[in-house]
């Protein structure tokens, strides 16, 4: 059995015990708590606070790990064997370069996205960050971030002022959440740093409104009020005085400079001394080939890289969307030993509403895939394959649909123990059941929001918390996802 | 069908509104349902939140009598500052100075759900943004400032837009004179206390001094009085309470007056 995916390897290797073998291939030595790189881009943590070693955790769980990536699937074998196997490049210094086909009996694609700076001239060659901007989306690219920021800080200090940009990078990117955290923790350190009369700063996003996330936007209950999340996140980006253009898909990126086309076909420009935009995400570029060696890449992928699964993808337009087109098992329709999950299975379409310029230019966030809602689906995943394992082939697979269920998410505002801030809110269920629930197809009475130090302290506690259980300490699976 | 419009106090009866995602029969009707209200009203726009639906629809009445549909409306981009005073149908006969965007960029879709965008600028930037604040569940209550939401909230209160232009204070220069007066009359009672345990020949002065301080307090509550009104003419948002309270402050000063007076009468003057 071959995986990918830290929470479905472990519990897989838990549950299954040394009768079976989990194999974990991935390209990287060290394991990040993503959500933290956002004050690792402050200068408020060290790279090693958000980072450890894989190794020795994997060798404490009993499970095989290969610091390589996948470059290709067999589902069918080869010619010479019915097995399937997956070619693996090892990245690991002293192996680099070097491939392996490493033969599986059930394989789950947890390989996240590709970080596609490629898609925005400018932004990036392919997954390589450019020059110009700044990311917070691996740890080594939050560190780089605040030493950029660190040097704005000190031109500020000699009086020279400073215009800050923060957003997406084009017009199909998800992960507005990491912006939106990146842009007031900005605010936040440039307050802390006696320099915020010094800066102006903007955000720019797809969102065709201040508040959408990628999730068609939320009504959250507060004090006793619905509250729409357009109106929570104008209130609080009018507050912390940071203006914002919206709707918009950033086409090119120059040396402090942003061209846009925003969704009623305007084109704009803005310029940056210090800009921090998210790039879009695509899958990782496994290839597949069947027995004969014929390419099925197209079988088994969707257009955007991402493996299909048991999800409707023939649901059509917006009016026809329904909850039940996502996928529940996270099984893909040809190959029932092949599974997906996180940022690497295949939605079937947005949550939000799908929009685009008259120019004919795609302008609306994609659908988010991480955090809570993929540590579940990593862990339904892996109880389907170790019952199958264990109790026969037949076993019926756990489902973990996210129109079925609920996320947490906890954004920070600022990092401080006593004046920092962090947005707490609950969303049920992730993808709205216009069915179940006429309007805005969620309950609003599990989908709330607060804004507070308190939310910063459950921030802070939740991040030494999930660290703990990825090193498999004491009780890593008391831990919920 | 002439729709009924929600109106302060009643809460609207949905909390937010959600985008249309079927164009059928039914948006149409809710549609010509807005018009009927509209021109029934007499009004230049409605959201369809104010009748009571949770679909975001604006229509808003043209010049020349059609309508302008926006399904699904979005605010894109926008330009300059623009304050206006604006009414609307939820809060009839109040009105509110608010700052929203001069120029704005909307994006829509028609009834048939083809895409298209608009420019707006003045009186219709602003009519457009207060109706799509209503699809997002806000009213132009949550657009004011500090202090013209307290006016706001004032005319709420009394129901009424006409002469709230301010705040009711809480400090007046006639306080001073209560205070004059408060003064005079404790300097009274100490005569009082004080002439209990003299001769009659201090008390008969003691006497004479509380009769001269009795004067001062009686004309300094008759000036108080005057004069409290005239200043409160200048503070017309509180003018009810304002009588009350002159009335009473005048009434309890002169009891207390009377009371010591009637007692310093039996006790201290010596005849």
């Not at chain 2, 029969?25 to 809710?30: A, D, M, T, V």
């Amino acid at each position: 059995m071959l995986v990918s995916g830290h929470t479905a390897a472990t519990f897989a290797a838990k549950w299954l015990g040394s009768a079976h073998e989990v194999v974990v291939v991935t390209p990287n030595a060290k394991w990040n708590w993503i959500p933290s790189n956002i004050w690792v881009g402050v200068g408020q943590m060290k790279k090693e606070e958000v980072t450890f070693d894989l190794a020795p955790v994997y060798a404490k769980a009993g499970i095989t790990y290969k610091q390589a990536k996948a470059v290709s699937l067999n589902p069918e074998g080869s010619a010479s064997s019915n097995k399937p196997f997956v070619t693996v490049e090892f990245t690991e210094a002293g192996k680099a370069g070097t491939t392996e086909n490493i033969e599986y009996d059930y394989i789950i694609n947890a390989t996240g996205p590709k970080l596609n700076f490629g898609a925005t001239p400018g932004l990036g060659v392919g997954s390589e960050l450019g020059e110009h901007t700044v990311s917070v989306c691996t740890a080594d690219h939050a560190v780089h971030a605040s030493h950029e920021l660190e040097k704005c800080i000190e031109k500020m200090k000699k009086g020279e002022r400073q215009k800050f940009l923060i957003g997406t990078g084009h017009g199909m990117c998800t992960c507005q959440g990491a912006a939106f955290e990146y842009i007031f923790n900005i605010e936040h350190e440039l307050n802390r740093a006696g320099v915020r009369d010094m800066a102006d700063i903007k955000w720019i996003s797809n969102e065709s409104f201040l508040g959408d996330f990628g999730v068609g936007g939320l009504h959250m209950k507060t004090m006793g009020y619905s509250v729409s999340s357009k109106i929570f996140a104008e209130s609080l980006f009018t507050e912390r005085g940071v203006d914002w253009i919206i709707g918009a898909h950033v086409n090119k990126v120059e040396s402090g400079k942003a061209h846009y086309e925003l969704l009623d076909g305007s084109m704009g420009e803005e310029e940056f001394n210090f800009s921090m935009l998210i790039p879009p995400f695509a899958g990782v570029g496994l290839k597949a080939f069947d027995k004969a060696g014929e390419d099925i890449t197209a079988t088994v992928f969707a257009p955007n890289g991402f493996m299909k699964v048991d999800a409707n993808y023939a649901a059509g337009a917006y009016e026809n969307w329904k909850a039940s087109d996502w996928p529940s098992t996270y099984q893909n329709p040809t190959y029932s030993n092949m599974f997906a999950c996180g940022i690497a299975f295949a939605p079937p379409h947005p949550i939000s509403k799908p929009m685009s310029s008259p120019n004919g230019t795609p302008i609306n966030p994609t659908p988010p895939r991480t955090g809570m809602p993929s540590g579940i689906i990593g862990k339904a995943v892996a109880h389907s394959i170790c019952d199958r394992i264990l109790k026969g082939e037949n076993a019926p697979l756990h489902e973990a649909s996210m129109a079925n269920m609920g996320a947490a998410c906890v954004a920070s505002a600022g990092k401080g123990l006593f004046n920092g801030t962090a947005a707490a809110m609950t969303i049920y269920p992730v993808i709205p059941d216009f069915e179940k629930y006429p309007g805005t197809g969620r309950d609003t009475d599990y989908t709330f929001g607060e804004i507070g130090l308190a939310g910063h302290w459950i921030k802070h506690i939740l991040h030494h918390l999930f660290i703990w259980k990825a090193k498999l300490k004491a009780g890593w699976t008391l831990i919920p996802e | 069908m002439i729709q009924q419009i929600i109106k302060y106090p009643t809460p609207p009866s949905v909390q937010y509104s959600t985008d249309v995602r079927v164009f059928n029969e039914n948006i149409f009707s809710l549609i010509d349902d807005l018009k009927d209200t509209i021109n029934a009203n007499d009004l230049d726009g409605l959201a369809a939140f104010q009748i009571g639906s949770y679909y975001n629809i604006v229509l808003i009445k043209n010049q020349d009598g059609t309508f302008l549909e926006l399904l699904n409306p979005r605010l894109i981009s926008t330009n300059g500052k623009i304050t206006t005073k604006e009414t609307t149908a939820y809060f009839p006969n109040l009105s509110a100075d608010v700052q929203r965007h001069d120029k704005i960029s909307i994006v829509y879709q028609d009834r048939d759900g083809a895409q298209h965008s608009l420019q707006a600028e003045g009186a219709l930037s602003v009519l457009i943004q207060r109706k799509i604040d209503y699809t997002f569940g806000s009213s132009f209550l949550h657009k004011l400032s500090k202090e013209e939401k307290k006016i706001f909230e004032k005319k709420l209160e009394f129901g009424s837009d006409v002469a709230i232009s301010e705040v009711c204070p809480t400090t007046f220069k006639r306080d001073y004179l209560t205070k004059l007066s408060n003064i005079l009359t404790i300097i009274i009672a100490a005569a009082f206390v004080v002439g209990l345990f003299m001769s009659d020949e201090l008390r008969l002065s003691l006497w004479h001094a509380q009769l001269y301080l009795s004067y001062g307090v009686l004309v300094t509550n008759v000036v108080y009085f005057f004069y409290a009104q005239y200043e409160g003419r200048g503070y017309t948002s509180c003018t009810s309470c304002q009588i009350g309270n002159i009335l009473g402050t005048t009434v309890i000063s002169l009891t207390k007056l009377t009371l010591i007076m009637i007692l310093s009468y039996f006790l201290v003057n010596p005849f």
